[in-house]
């Protein structure tokens, strides 16, 4: 479960009936609709030629906590069913695992009772799942001004230079099968998957996200700091191995009179002049757009033979992926990266202004 008064849950398996999300704690009044999820599932859906032919229809059910297209403070339960199944793909990696993939630890940990069907509860499958939660969550932020927008900035060796506002990420969206606010970029990034799609390989790639309209004080330190619970959160999505705020990494090359973020005013706000800080200080938000950056692994099934062991003999063998893949898994997570940020973010806005209305109380 992710959240403390925002609280968001998912359930199911890839090839089970159904996945699905719970949302508690979400206030009455938030106007939403079916329209603004399907269209957000839509966005996670793969995108021909560059993905899996696992095509799901995505069709769901509110089943409870919204009525007349406003949430009504109930609990919100959303099902979304799964049609486009073919568990036979996947026997074989019952007792073969697949390299980097969860088949080898889920099989221990669960004692070999797990789903092992398309991976289970480790599928991106279920990311499906964020997203209609993600629904609900921007809806609320929107209440506070906070808009969140995701696009992909690297795939392969190709990536952008350029940082990009969150205007001109929006008025790219829709223009090409890749969500990159860069249209020539997103041309280069389509042919190199798909000529590693041609060799049945796979490329990993960069999404940049970036949040803005957010107040001062979001984030509770010590251990609930802003920033953990969003690297946190991010590390739920299948694929995610790594995630980076503001200058990140490069922050490492960097002197200090470079790397801070010094204060100026504007218009009778205090801003900072530069952004490394990537709008959290200390666990924080100081105002500032938050930025961050999250690498995707290339998906770890490939037609490629690779070594592996047969555990019910304990014997080395080969085995070569069968069954339905995307060759870049980070095409499809723009979506998914903006949902979990948003279920973040919308849980500590709703703790911080917490502490506004107990400021307001005390104040009486």
């Known amino acids: 479960m992710i959240g403390k008064l925002f609280c968001v849950s998912v359930y199911g398996e890839s090839h089970g009936k159904c996945i699905g999300t719970l949302i508690e704690g979400c206030p009455p009044g938030i106007k939403v609709s079916e329209e603004d999820i399907a269209k957000e599932l ?52 019952k007792r073969v695992p697949r390299p980097s993939h969860a088949d080898y630890v889920a099989r221990v940990k669960y004692r070999g009772y797990n789903d092992y069907r398309g991976g289970g509860i480790f599928s991106g499958r279920l ?38 506002s969150y205007n001109e990420i929006m008025e790219s969206r829709g223009s090409s099968p890749i969500e990159c ?31 803005i309209g957010l107040p001062v004080g979001l984030g509770e330190p010590i251990f609930d700091r802003l920033d953990g619970e969003i690297a946190k959160a991010l590390f739920a999505i299948p694929g995610v191995k790594g995630v980076e705020f503001g200058a990140g990494f490069k922050l490492a090359c960097m002197w200090g009179s470079e790397a801070n973020d010094q204060y100026t005013l504007q218009d009778g706000k205090v ?40 555990l019910d003999k ?51």
Request: proline share 6%.
């Open 42 to 93: 839509s966005r996670r859906r793969p995108k021909p030629p560059l993905g899996t032919s696992r095509v799901e229809p995505d069709k769901f059910e509110i089943l409870s906590g919204v009525f007349n297209g406003y949430t009504t403070g109930a609990p919100i339960n959303i099902v979304i069913w799964n049609k486009d199944i073919d568990p036979g793909d996947y026997e074989l990696f």
């Open 127 to 164: 990311t499906a799942a964020y997203v209609a939660a993600g629904v609900i969550a921007k809806k609320l932020l929107e209440r506070f001004g906070v808009k969140i927008a995701a696009h992909i900035v690297q795939i392969g060796d190709v990536y952008l230079e350029k940082e990009l």
């Open 181 to 211: 606010g860069d249209g020539v970029k997103a041309k280069d990034m389509i042919k190199v998957i798909d000529s590693v799609k041609k060799k049945g390989d796979s490329i990993g790639g960069v999404v940049e996200a970036i949040a």
């Open 271 to 310: 801003v900072t002049i530069t952004n490394n800080s990537g709008g959290i200080v200390g666990g924080i938000s100081n105002g500032m757009p938050i930025k961050l950056r999250v690498v995707f692994k290339p998906t770890p099934s490939i037609a490629y033979r690779q070594k592996s062991i047969d």
């Open 314 to 364: 304990m014997e080395e063998t080969y085995l070569e992926a069968v069954g339905r893949f995307d060759p870049c898994i980070a095409t499809r997570t723009p979506p998914i990266v903006e949902a979990v940020l948003g279920i973040v973010l919308a849980d500590h806005i709703l703790r911080w202004n917490a502490w506004r209305e107990l400021e307001s109380l005390e104040g009486k």
